[in-house]
């Protein structure tokens, strides 16, 4: 059971989530939420901070060589 609430804000495609913690000692912060064994951790302390640790996603399957 969690102990905050959490908003969904996006996924991995694998059942698993990207939250905002709504809530409790961690309002505000962006956390991920391993959705199996509800445990989170915490990405960012804030939704602009964890925009800024975004990188573009390195392919190495030669994508664009088609």
């Given at each position: 059971e969690?102990?905050?609430?959490?908003?969904?804000?996006?996924?991995?495609g694998s059942g698993n989530?990207?939250?905002?913690?709504l809530d409790g000692d961690r309002i505000?912060?962006?956390?991920?939420l391993e959705?199996?064994?509800a445990e989170?951790?915490?990405l960012a302390n804030s939704f602009?901070?964890?925009l800024a640790s975004l990188r573009e996603?390195?392919?190495?399957?030669?994508?664009?060589?088609m």
């Open positions: 969690l102990d905050e609430t959490l908003l969904p804000i996006g996924t991995d989530y990207f939250c905002m913690a505000g912060a962006v956390v991920f959705n199996e064994m989170t951790i915490v602009t901070s964890f996603r390195e392919r190495d399957d030669n994508a664009d060589d």
